[in-house]
């Protein structure tokens, strides 16, 4: 598996609290992105980043925040928790941007918000 | 925009007959296509891709998948299951210019009986 690490794995928390999810990988790579999985819609993209500080919103943004601050962290923001977004989180990684890419996915985070 | 399909939520074989998963996408631009498998509480791993070079893909685990512009369709198959092949399969389109935004497909869910 490519060098990916989510943090944390399961998490429960109340609506209206805001949660940070991690992502760290040893790869190196350029690209980082956050997902969410959901039964029935496959994988929508959160929030993508192509280089420290360059972030980029996806299909299904609103509600989420995205730092990169160094190289290997990505960082997801829920700014204040809602049901909606029981889910279950991805981190993924690529080498380089273009359509020959393959992606690197972590073991996910599930998210579950009472 | 691009789209894309998976005909079949749920599809049940037997160990050691062939499986056939259906994918149908939509786009305005040359696509490139990716199949990805996802065992229980793991990430998603790629199991091929198509990008414009040969028709027919070859990807690992005997998986194999054929592009048809004219039919817009890239199904994938194995000619013998595996009770390892049980798992969520997710076909995927990445359109130029959008590079590596990825659009997934709703998943199926592959059963083995013995």
């Known amino acids: 598996d490519a060098g990916i690490t989510q943090s944390p794995r399961h998490k429960v928390t109340e609506t209206g609290t805001p949660v940070t999810l991690r992502c760290h990988q040893t790869?190196?790579?350029?690209?980082m992105y956050w997902y969410r999985q959901d039964p029935g819609h496959g994988l929508r993209l959160i929030h993508y980043?192509?280089?420290?500080?360059?972030?980029d919103k996806g299909e299904v943004s609103d509600g989420y925040s995205v730092s990169r601050s160094k190289t290997e962290d990505f960082l997801l923001t829920l700014e204040s928790a809602t049901s909606s977004q029981t889910s279950v989180y991805f981190c993924?990684?690529?080498?380089?941007?273009?359509?020959?890419?393959?992606?690197?996915f972590g073991n996910g985070t599930r998210l579950t918000v009472t | 925009a691009q789209s894309v399909t998976q005909l079949d939520s749920h599809v049940s074989v037997s160990e050691g007959t062939p499986v056939l998963l259906r994918c149908n996408y939509s786009?305005?631009?040359?696509?490139?296509l990716f199949w990805y498998v996802q065992h229980p509480n793991k990430g998603l791993q790629l199991l091929l891709k198509?990008?414009?070079?040969?028709?027919l893909v070859k990807g690992i685990n005997g998986f194999e998948a054929e592009f048809k512009k004219s039919e817009t369709s890239f199904h994938l198959t194995k000619p013998s299951a595996h009770m390892s092949d049980a798992a969520e399969y997710f076909c995927?389109?990445?359109?130029?210019?959008?590079?590596?935004?990825?659009?997934f497909g709703g998943g199926t869910r592959v059963l083995v009986k013995p």
């Open positions: 980043s192509y280089g420290v500080k360059d972030t």
């Open positions: 790869e190196n790579h350029r690209y």
């Open positions: 993924a990684i690529s080498s380089d941007r273009g359509n020959n890419s393959p992606l690197h």
């Open positions: 995927v389109v990445s359109v130029s210019p959008a590079g590596n935004k990825l659009t």
């Open positions: 198509y990008t414009s070079a040969a028709t």
């Open positions: 786009s305005s631009y040359s696509p490139s």
